[in-house]
């Protein structure tokens, strides 16, 4: 079994090596006289491909009779996984910590000092430690 590098290559009739790793065709993708698409194996051994003449990398190796995922070795298409779970935006964390604990400094001030809670000022307990508790869980 060709690995796809080896797989493209082989589709390309006037395929030559140019430097170790790097490669130069005749685009199959539209009429060229030149090389000029030029192809690469990335580090994950998935197969690079630029048409200077502005083909798009599809046009290219369906042109020859390969799809797109033809580029990328089986390993890496089994163990490729999308985190689907959404980003968590530490700086905005971070500034909502800095506001909740100010709030958490100023009620234990009050108490400290004798002054009585009201309810507007427990409700706003509350939501600090709804969003502590949220912020520790993030």
């Known amino acids: 079994m060709l690995n796809p590098l080896e797989g493209l290559l082989a589709r390309l009739e006037d395929a030559i090596e140019t430097r170790p790793g790097r490669w130069r065709a005749r685009c199959p993708g539209h009429n060229s006289r030149s090389r000029s698409l030029s192809i690469a194996e990335g580090d994950d051994r998935a197969v690079l491909i630029h048409c200077f003449a502005g083909c798009e990398p599809s046009t ?5 009779g390969l799809e797109l995922s033809d580029l990328f070795s089986d ?3 089994r163990s490729t996984r999308y985190d689907k779970r959404p980003r ?3 700086k905005a964390l971070v500034e909502l910590l800095l ?4 709030t958490l400094i100023a009620a234990a001030e009050a108490v400290r000092n ?4 009201i309810d507007k000022d427990l409700d706003t307990l509350y939501r600090v430690l709804r969003n502590l ?5 993030a």
Do not use: K, P
């Open 60 to 64: 290219v190796v369906n042109t020859i």
């Open 75 to 77: 390993h890496i298409i």
């Open 88 to 90: 968590t935006n530490y």
């Open 99 to 102: 506001h909740e604990i100010g």
């Open 114 to 117: 004798n002054e009585i809670l």
């Open 133 to 137: 508790e949220m912020a520790r869980n």
